[in-house]
């Protein structure tokens, strides 16, 4: 069955660091701001074009290039996300974590 662990029974959740949860959601509502800043970035850009007006075209660099700008931050906020969820935190004087019903997993050193 899908989602069933090697026994028939669901696989145990890991227990997760309360602070890598707001670094994840910290970075998620940065990426979602800088993506609905870029909706609004595009649409003048857009309108900027159509009007063939010189100034307006000129203002599509600065715009664009800020444009560019967000873009470069969403793809360094999505990369320390992962990571962050490929690395998860080192425990000083443990080599393991542990698991929701209370079982340790034990990662290689």
Not at 27 to 37: R, T
Request: hydrophobic residues 30%; contains cysteine; aromatic residues 8%.
């Amino acid at each position: 069955m899908e989602g069933l662990g090697s026994r028939g029974a669901p696989p145990p959740k890991v227990v997760v660091d309360g602070t890598l949860l707001q670094t994840f959601q910290r970075n998620f509502v940065q990426v979602q701001s800088l993506l609905d800043q870029n909706r609004l970035l595009i649409n003048e850009i857009n309108q900027n074009h159509e009007s063939r007006i010189p100034d307006n075209l000129g203002r599509n660099v600065g715009l664009i290039r800020e444009l560019n700008n967000n873009i470069r931050r969403v793809v360094d906020l999505y990369a320390d996300l992962s990571y962050k969820f490929v690395e998860p935190p080192r425990y000083p004087s443990q080599e393991h974590c542990w698991l929701e019903n209370g079982h340790k997993r034990y990662r290689p050193s």
